[in-house]
């Protein structure tokens, strides 16, 4: 079974700062596509950032990275520089052959002035 | 361009009617997918159609279908609604099946509450 969890329900960090949202995933595929999508009250869901299972590299997109660890089945997500408009819900996702896409419980995140 | 367009954004139903949400996808996509999200759950799988074929479905009753007209937009159909269904509604599209990891682009959802 595909399943992807996020063990932090809820995240406060202070603007400027650095935090990192942690997601573990679970697949007996060996290529898979791993996203971080944002959404804010809007309700919108935007990608963060994608990473190939198959790229050792880990993804940057501006103030987010990932640290991606294959063997531990392990993606987290940085924000650094934290925005008041990186206050979302935040979730982490996983397919493997676009049929459908697995999303986790989500995080919180809340950023304070 | 576009994004993903749905309609209506928001409504109400009673338990037992019928309701019917609208897509269209990017242009140029021809998979359009369909997920339910419950108040603070993560979005849950329920059809993906390329083609105009049903090409994934999710762990949903037969009362939800879907389909997929010629120029890609997409219809949710649920039927005999529950209490249960109130959900936000996405719809997503990417560019084709084939094209595993392509970027899935959400549009801003539909809400229904069923009373």
């Known amino acids: 079974a595909q399943t992807v969890t996020q063990s932090q329900p809820e995240m406060s960090v202070q603007e400027a700062e650095t935090v990192t949202l942690s997601c573990t995933y679970d697949t007996s595929e060996s290529n898979y596509y791993l996203f971080w999508y944002k959404q804010p009250p809007s309700r919108q869901m935007i990608l963060v950032i994608r990473q190939e299972a198959y790229k050792q590299q880990n993804a940057t997109e501006n103030r987010f990275s990932v640290n991606f660890q294959k063997a531990a089945k392990s993606f987290s997500l940085k924000i650094s520089d934290s925005q008041l408009g990186d206050t979302a819900m935040y979730f982490c996702?996983?397919?493997?052959?676009?049929?459908?896409?697995?999303f986790g419980a989500g995080t919180r995140l809340t950023v304070k002035p | 361009d576009a994004g993903v367009t749905q309609s209506p954004t928001h409504l109400i139903k009673t338990r037992g009617q019928h309701v019917t949400l609208r897509c269209s996808p990017i242009?140029?996509?021809?998979?359009v997918s369909w997920y339910q999200q419950v108040l603070g759950q993560g979005p849950q799988f329920i059809f993906q159609?390329?083609?105009?074929?049903?090409?994934g479905r999710g762990n949903f009753p037969d009362r939800f279908s879907a389909r997929q007209f010629p120029n890609y937009s997409s219809e949710l159909n649920v039927n005999a609604l529950l209490l249960g269904d109130s959900a936000l509604y996405l719809c997503a599209s990417s560019l084709g099946r084939e094209n595993v990891g392509n970027t899935i682009y959400f549009g801003e959802g539909s809400w229904l509450t069923v009373v």
């Open positions: 996702a996983f397919t493997y052959n676009n049929n459908d896409m697995r």
């Open positions: 159609y390329y083609e105009k074929e049903e090409r």
């Open positions: 242009s140029g996509h021809k998979s």
